[in-house]
């Protein structure tokens, strides 16, 4: 899925981390009566990387470079990841109109111009209990700075 704007040839200006990577999330999730947005830029807590991390996307998942583990973006099982003060429980995504990535176990994501290493962001939309209604996943290039949105406001539900 490459929803947004793909990568150019020049590499991304330094201090750019996350320039334009939390807009685009931010504005996919939308808020009704009593729910709020929650935008993260997503870091490892395992590894030290003075602020910006970069992940690999494989297998239907978000992992760290540095360390390979999975930031259960699919899952929603790492409360240091995915913030909510009172209430985190697991969940799962639910099918949809909206496109999900289509990524089998041996594949990777790439950016339009090959790249496989990206700064990653969440937006979720929280209800009234806390609980996680809808998630967006976006990711920023790490070489050329070209965004893309991953997940697209999808639903999601707990899971047992």
Partial sequence: MDH????????AEEGAEYDGLMSLVEGTVRAETGERVVAVSV???LCDSDGVDEFEVWAGDCYCVGCLIAIGVWDGVDPA???SPTRV???RLVPSMTPLPSLSSGD?????????VFQVAVAM????????RRISVGLKCSDHGGLHLYIDNAHVE???
Avoid: I, K
């Fill in 4 to 11: 947004g704007l793909g990568c150019g040839t020049e590499p």
């Fill in 43 to 45: 870091a490892c807590r």
């Fill in 81 to 83: 990841t995915f913030p």
């Fill in 89 to 91: 429980f697991p969940w």
């Fill in 108 to 116: 990777y994501f790439r950016c339009s111009a090959g790249s496989m």
């Fill in 125 to 132: 939309v929280l209800g009234q209990d806390d609980a996680v």
């Fill in 158 to 160: 707990p899971s047992e």
